[in-house]
């Protein structure tokens, strides 16, 4: 026995015949009128423990295939009263059911329903009389590429959302922001409405790390971001831009009900004082905030950050634990 693993799917081979290879069952769909072909079928995709179900009609398997999630679906283009393909160009219709493999089974005389099948999206097919070995190396390749896509995508997207997330905090980065504000203003823009943006520092931070540690700062970091997000609507924003300071984007609100957004949040965080896990007991906690207003013809994300920025300062100079327009 020799062992070749790449990544989650060891393929195992002895003197070049294919053993069972996957630690994953697949969920594979026949559709297939016919007793004795779908019995061969069944047969031989069960000798890799797959959980195969069987349809008869299209609607049939349209229905489990919609209600289940496929690793391959096997066509048969010999049914009695049906077209196969219509079948085929169902399940790319569905976003559903839209890369799930198919594999079609055809009689050598009808080769010519293979190109319009490859066409509506089929993977690949077999010629009857099923050649046993031949299916399920071919069925086998179907299931490998398609969790071979899955865990890219999914490689994919955790770096994504590594990638523009504050990981202290699950909020938001720079970096976000960065990538999303202009595309955000461009919209207020171009609708006519306006965009606020709020940015917020935490007041005297250094006086919680020098008394408590960093830790416990990091823990007051946590919370705030946490009981700022609970305080906004979904389509706001929340980022973290670095150390304690932050911004939220008001996407079509105005100056006005800005104001009133960052006063409750201001007041959210003043007034309810933060439980840490030991036992320094109750910290508080105050922030200044700032806000600025985009959303006129030639505004940038550059001039919108910049203003509540500054509003942010004044909101310092002013004694801090207060909100400055
Ligand atoms: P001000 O009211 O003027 O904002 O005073 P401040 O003390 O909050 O501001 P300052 O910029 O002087 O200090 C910010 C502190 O935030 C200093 C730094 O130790 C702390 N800090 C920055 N990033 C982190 C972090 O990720 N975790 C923790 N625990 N502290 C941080
Ligand atoms: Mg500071
Ligand atoms: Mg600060
Ligand atoms: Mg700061």
Redesign the pocket.
Known sequence: LRETTSGQFGVIERSGTLLSESFERAQVLVLEDSVLDLDKVLETLQRDHNSVMAADSCAKALERALSNELDLVVISLTLLNEDGLRLCSQLRSHERTRQVPILLMVDEGDLNHVAKGLELGANDYVIKPIDRNELLARARTQIRRKRYQERLRSNYEQSLSMALTDS?TGVFNRRYVNAHLPRLLERAIDSHKPVSVLMF?????????DSYG?????E??REVSARSSRNLRTFDLIARL???EFIVILPDTDGEAALIVAERLRQRIADTPFTVSTDVGEIRVTV?IGISVGGRLGDTAEGLIRRSDEALYEA?RSG?NCVIA
């Open positions: 202290l520092d935490i007041d005297h931070f250094k006086v919680v790390n960093h830790a416990i700062g990091d007051v970091l670095g150390g304690e200044s310092k801090r």
